[in-house]
């Protein structure tokens, strides 16, 4: 199951508007890219708060909505914030499937890309071991336990260290996406994503440089 450990329980300002409904943006807790804009009332802000899955209030139907509830394009709730004025939810979700009515990925077209393919693929390895099938490579290795996981990601640093050594930089590529491929499946089998590594090198950056 995707990780909740970010969850955060809130309490948007509903009486600011006059259906009080307040406006819920979905972007992708994995690449970054806005899906859609749906509203919540306080019945579908509990809703999604118990999860798994994003709930809003239909505004033509005039009901709550689990969206997905008919297509099976379900959101995977991650995360809940609130804006600075309290009036605005920025829901963090997974999608599974298209999320948009045409069958687009998101309800902003093409041109709404991820600024990295690293967030879409880890949110793949994350499927891939939640909903493990018989021929996926990630989900036999993750079956395979921590020991196996760290043994691989070690032969492809020695890979990649031979590699380095020759001149042919496609061949040094390849192994270098090995590692890396290898070494986000590793973060997962910890508990972890590459954004938790990104936070302990951005601290180490922004600590003052010792002086003697």
Known sequence: ????HNLQMIQP??????????????????????????YMNEAALRATEAGPYVTFYSRSRQELWTKGATSGHYLHRQALLLD???????????????????????????ANTPASFLP??????????????????VAGLYRKGINKIAQKVGEEAVELVIEAKDQDEALFKGEAADLLF??????????????????????????????G
């Open 120 to 137: 879409a693929l880890e949110a793949v390895i994350s499927d891939r071991i939640a909903n493990p099938e018989a021929n996926s490579y």
């Open 1 to 4: 199951m995707p990780s909740e």
């Open 84 to 110: 600075c004025d309290s009036d605005c939810i920025l829901v963090m979700a997974l999608p599974e499937g298209p999320v948009c009515h045409t069958g687009a990925a998101t309800c902003f077209g093409a």
């Open 13 to 38: 300002d509903f009486d600011k508007y006059p259906d009080g409904l307040v406006p819920a943006i979905v972007q992708d807790a994995g690449t970054r890219e806005v899906l859609m804009l749906g």
């Open 182 to 211: 290898h070494y986000l499946i590793l973060l997962q089998a910890k508990g972890l994503r590459l954004q938790d590594i990104e936070q302990v090198l951005e601290a180490r950056h922004r600590k003052p440089a010792v002086t």
